[in-house]
């Protein structure tokens, strides 16, 4: 039996913002320019997140390919930092978006496939082999409502087949968890609930944005939001999972 422990975070690209509206009023500039003292406490208070939880796997979405963040991941092994748009995508090339990415890191050398969604802006999507024992899917699906349906029928078809699978990411769920319920219809997943799920805003969580789905078959996982700390707009949610 092997237990892995996994961190999903939306972080932000480390504006710090918390997800209230005054800040998102009086600090939406920091979208286009982070001042270093913002970047440098939400990298702190990052790393002591992950010497706290010392996860095997970190799922991190909304980051920049920053040099000083990625040191947080020394000891890890398996690290892959993508832009989240479509290769032939023209917001590729532009200034203000070319750095956004997402990233997974892992402790172990896990095979790791970069793919990517037909439909939508935010088409990347990975999918991880852990130690052949389970499928973990990472994505950051679209704000529009019609899309993300056609992403999730997307994952639907490439878990039907496999015999474990773990999908997470932030979901953009609002029209609430009855979304999910085509995949979960056509998919042998099922929705892990933690005891106080709502993850967005931050600053006064209001909804279950940042999820894990699981395979019918994976029995042993727990699911808890980390609500002790404000590193963005997000809360951390991590999954501790033994098959």
């Known amino acids: ?14 504006t710090g913002l918390d997800g209230s509206w005054r800040q998102y009023l009086l600090d939406s500039w920091r979208y286009v320019h982070t001042p270093e003292r913002v970047q440098s406490r939400v990298r702190e208070e990052f790393q002591s997140l992950i010497q706290s939880v010392q996860p095997d796997i970190c799922c991190v979405l909304e980051m920049h390919h920053d040099p000083m ?59 991880v ?18 899309v993300r349906q056609q992403q999730f029928e997307e994952i639907a078809a490439l878990v039907k087949d496999r015999k474990r699978a773990i999908v997470c990411g932030d979901f953009n769920d ?33 909804k279950p944005l940042d999820l894990f789905l699981c395979s019918g078959d994976i029995v042993d996982v727990h699911a808890e939001v980390m609500t002790n700390t404000h590193l963005s707009d997000h809360l951390p949610v991590l999954l501790t999972v033994t098959v």
């Open 1 to 14: 039996m092997h237990t892995h422990r996994i961190l999903l975070l939306n972080l932000g690209y480390e």
């Open 69 to 127: 963040l990625l040191k947080t991941f020394a000891a890890y092994h398996c690290k892959h930092v993508d832009p989240k748009y479509g290769n032939t995508s023209v917001l590729r090339r532009l200034p203000f978006f070319r750095d956004n990415c997402n990233g997974v890191f892992a402790l172990d050398r896990l095979p790791c496939t970069v793919r990517q969604f037909r439909h939508g802006t935010k088409k990347l999507l990975y999918d």
């Open 129 to 146: 082999n852990v130690k052949n024992e389970f499928s973990l899917l990472i994505g950051h699906y679209s704000l529009h409502a019609s």
């Open 174 to 206: 609002f029209g609430g968890s009855k979304e999910l319920n085509s995949l979960i219809k056509h998919s042998n997943l099922r929705l892990v609930r933690p005891a106080h799920n709502k993850t967005f805003p931050a600053c006064h969580p209001r």
